[in-house]
C-alpha cells in the first residue's frame, strides 16, 4: 500500500475510499460559486487538494460512471495522469457531451482518482521489430469478422 500525503485546502472531505474494495476515491468541486458548462464546454474544476505521490506511483483521474451515464459529464483528458512530482493543485478537465447545460456546485463529486504504480521503460532504438500474430493491423483490426 502506498502512502500519499495530502494537502485540503478546501472544506470538503478528504477523499476516502468508500468501500474496502474501492479503486478509486471521490473527487469534489472546490468553488467559490457555482459553474455552468454549457453543452460542448469544458472547464477546469478545482478540488483544492495536494498530493504528495511516493516514486513509481501515478495518480490517475478519471470520469464518475454515473455522472457520465446520466448528465454526458466526462473528464476531458481521461485518465488525467498526476505524476510524483507534480504539487500543483489537482484540477478536473470537465466536459458537457449532453446538449443540456450542467451546473457544478461547491461539494459535488466530479471525478474519481486512482493511486497507481507504474514501470518506466528503458526505449531501446532499433531497425526492425519480431514479427507477432497481430502484425501492424489496427483499429479495429481484431474485431472484423
Same mark, same amino acid.
Given at each position: 500500500?502506498?502512502?500519499?500525503?495530502?494537502?485540503?485546502?478546501?472544506?470538503?472531505?478528504? +477523499?476516502? *475510499?468508500?468501500?474496502?474494495?474501492?479503486?478509486?476515491?471521490?473527487? @469534489?468541486?472546490?468553488?467559490?460559486?457555482?459553474?455552468?458548462? &454549457?453543452? =460542448?464546454?469544458?472547464?477546469?474544476?478545482?478540488?483544492?487538494?495536494?498530493?504528495?505521490?511516493?516514486?513509481?506511483?501515478?495518480? &490517475?483521474?478519471? +470520469?464518475?460512471?454515473?455522472?457520465?451515464?446520466?448528465?454526458?459529464?466526462?473528464?476531458?483528458?481521461?485518465? $488525467?495522469?498526476?505524476?510524483?512530482? *507534480?504539487? $500543483?493543485?489537482?484540477?478536473?478537465? =470537465?466536459?458537457? =457531451?449532453?446538449?443540456?447545460?450542467?451546473?457544478?456546485?461547491? $461539494?459535488?463529486?466530479?471525478?474519481?482518482?486512482?493511486?497507481? &504504480? *507504474?514501470?518506466?521503460?528503458?526505449?531501446?532504438?532499433?531497425?526492425? =521489430?519480431?514479427?507477432?500474430? @497481430?502484425?501492424?493491423?489496427?483499429?479495429?483490426?481484431?474485431?472484423?469478422?
Amino acid at each position: 500500500m502506498a502512502t500519499v500525503k495530502i494537502i485540503n485546502r478546501s472544506n470538503n472531505p478528504a +477523499p476516502a *475510499y468508500a468501500t474496502a474494495d474501492s479503486a478509486g476515491v471521490d473527487l @469534489r468541486a472546490n468553488l467559490e460559486a457555482s459553474i455552468t458548462l &454549457q453543452p =460542448l464546454e469544458r472547464k477546469l474544476i478545482t478540488t483544492g487538494l495536494f498530493i504528495e505521490l511516493p516514486a513509481g506511483f501515478e495518480a &490517475q483521474v478519471r +470520469p464518475r460512471s454515473g455522472l457520465a451515464f446520466k448528465s454526458g459529464i466526462t473528464v476531458l483528458n481521461s485518465p $488525467g495522469t498526476i505524476d510524483a512530482d *507534480y504539487r $500543483g493543485e489537482v484540477g478536473v478537465i =470537465l466536459v458537457n =457531451l449532453s446538449n443540456e447545460p450542467f451546473t457544478v456546485n461547491h $461539494g459535488d463529486r466530479i471525478a474519481q482518482m486512482v493511486v497507481a &504504480q *507504474y514501470t518506466r521503460a528503458n526505449f531501446e532504438l532499433t531497425e526492425e =521489430l519480431a514479427e507477432s500474430e @497481430r502484425g501492424s493491423g489496427g483499429f479495429g483490426h481484431t474485431g472484423i469478422k
